[in-house]
């Protein structure tokens, strides 16, 4: 259980910073550009930002190449199933802030406005995204996936709550 939570955990680091870091730069470029869907509904929403979106993948990688950097000190005490890479980093990074557009667009396809909940969606969208980018280069075991998929909204929730309280974001969720 032990090597579940550990290996899980190093592995989706990048992804939960590369979510987490466009909240705090509150970017103002929609990178759909205001426009709407065939629907008539915006196609991502403001709360999708170019600014948000780079910076995100740029944090989720520095934070990446620290754990790259720390890998062989902590290796002398605990060996990792997988060893992160330039590419593991990019492709968790960059998957994240994919997931997050991606689910963005389907809460709005459903006609959900920009900051309306979507629970799990809104959870889940960036996680499931980043760990499919990443898998095309590492083995990813199932019980991770199981692990991750139960401690990441709970995880999400709680930093959710902790910015709101910071007052840098309007909602809780
Ligand atoms: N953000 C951003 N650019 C991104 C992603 C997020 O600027 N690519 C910022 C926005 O200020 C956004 C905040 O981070 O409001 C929180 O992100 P999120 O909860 O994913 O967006 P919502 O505003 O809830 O919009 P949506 O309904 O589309 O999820
Ligand atoms: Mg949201």
Redesign the pocket.
């Given at each position: 259980m032990l090597d579940i939570i550990i290996n899980s955990l190093w592995l989706i680091i990048p992804a939960y910073c590369a979510n987490i870091f466009?909240?705090l730069?509150?970017?103002k470029y929609p990178?759909d550009f205001k426009k709407d869907f065939v629907d008539g509904h915006r196609l991502?929403?403001d709360?999708?930002?170019i600014?948000?979106?780079f910076s995100?993948i740029i944090f989720g990688s520095l934070i990446g190449l620290l754990q790259i950097y720390l890998q062989p000190f902590i290796g002398q005490f605990y060996i990792f199933q997988f060893q992160h890479s330039l590419f593991t980093i990019i492709l968790l990074s960059a998957g994240a802030?994919v997931g997050?557009?991606i689910?963005?667009f389907v809460?709005r396809r459903f006609g959900?406005e920009?900051?309306?909940p979507a629970p799990i969606l809104?959870q889940l969208d960036f996680m499931v995204f980043s760990l499919t980018a990443v898998s095309i280069i590492i083995s990813i075991e199932v019980s991770w996936v199981i692990f991750l998929l139960i401690i990441t909204p709970i995880l999400h929730y709680s930093s959710n709550i902790f910015v709101y309280t910071l007052k840098l974001?309007d909602r809780p969720w």
């Open positions: 466009p909240v730069v509150k970017g990178i991502l929403g709360g999708k930002t600014e948000g979106f995100g802030m997050d557009l689910g963005s809460k959900l920009r900051g309306a809104d974001k």
